[in-house]
């Protein structure tokens, strides 16, 4: 098996900001595998917040060993941006092999379009108010909040800029349990539907004595199967995203054990291009939340891109993925 790792730099249409920090491109790896007979590629985005850096992970990829499968995979690499790229590829690389479309592998049904939030950055309450006017015709709406009660503000200044649009918002973990006590009810008079990540991942107790009023969605709390033990009585959502499980193998996995242990369903994705968000598309198919605007916040993108219309995300064209 031949791996070959770059980095790819996209620009942001606009700068994009969260209660971390802001950013203008989104830097990612892009993984090509070629066994000599089909070629496959996938595409991963490091996060600093779970230790990871471009050097880091592309360190995990180039230290692989020159054979090895999907069934393989997850005890070379941990769950994260590495193994991601690694399994998409993989997939894509199957695919092309078998002459399938990767969800046929899958067992999956073929897709379909899926409407998409689309995410507001984090700013003043009038910048934020003027971000959901000129995106009000979206039907979801995802707001980054960055905690303290100008949270109020900024989100009753984002329904007054979009009145029709369904609401969710990300705190990306920036809350007290206080604070969520008095937000929630403003939020859920507000129309909003969720919250994600409240309370910091690791210091999330108080949400099994909270009255969730305003569900809670696990996101950093969330990464794999090995996740739902630790969830249970404090959550009502789990946040899928690839990055954070090792690629669509893992991904398909947790989507099926929540489902099964009552958790509703809502895929996520990092800032990147439609090569990342492609296998995460399979993967949103009837899920109660679906919020894969990568793209959709870019300057510039892969060949071959995902299509975005009134039906929301489509699936990915054999030629970009899968």
């Not at 984090?122 to 100008?150: D, F, I, S």
Request: proline share 6%; aromatic share 4%; charged share 25%.
């Amino acid at each position: 098996m031949r791996v070959a790792v770059s980095r790819d730099v996209f620009q942001l249409a606009q700068v994009f900001t969260i209660a971390r920090g802001s950013r203008t491109e989104a830097q990612v790896l892009t993984v090509r595998l070629s066994d000599g007979d089909a070629q496959g590629w996938g595409e991963c985005v490091p996060y600093a917040r779970y230790g990871e850096t471009l050097d880091s992970v592309a360190a995990q990829i180039e230290g692989l060993p020159e054979h090895f499968d999907r069934a393989a995979l997850a005890d070379l690499l941990p769950a994260g941006a590495a193994r991601n790229a690694v399994d998409c590829a993989l997939w894509d690389m199957e695919a092309k092999r078998a002459g399938k479309r990767v969800w046929e592998l899958a067992g999956l049904s073929a897709p379909g379009p899926q409407i998409t939030a689309y995410t507001l950055s984090l700013a003043a309450p009038e910048a934020m108010r003027a971000q959901a006017a000129e995106n009000a015709h979206r039907p979801l709406l995802k707001t980054k909040l960055g905690g303290g009660e100008v949270d109020v503000a900024r989100i009753e200044a984002v329904r007054a800029g979009a009145p029709e649009a369904r609401i969710i918002v990300d705190a990306n973990e920036g809350w007290t349990p206080d604070l969520y006590k008095t937000l929630a009810p403003v939020l859920v008079r507000l129309g909003v539907e969720m919250v994600e990540q409240p309370l910091p991942a690791g210091a999330d107790e108080a949400l099994a004595e909270l009255e969730r009023v305003l569900p809670v969605c696990a996101d950093e709390a969330c990464h794999d199967r090995a996740s739902l033990s630790g969830l249970k009585g404090k959550y009502d959502m789990v946040n899928i995203k690839l990055d954070k499980t090792g690629g669509l193998t893992e991904a398909l996995e947790l989507r099926r054990a929540a489902l099964a242990q009552g958790y509703d369903v809502m895929v996520g994705c990092m800032v990147g291009s439609s090569l990342a968000m492609a296998p995460a598309v399979l993967v949103a198919q009837g899920a109660a939340v679906v919020d894969l605007d990568g793209p959709l916040l870019l300057a510039e993108d892969r060949e071959q891109p995902l299509k975005y219309d009134a039906a929301g995300v489509h699936p990915p064209v054999a030629a970009l993925w899968g």
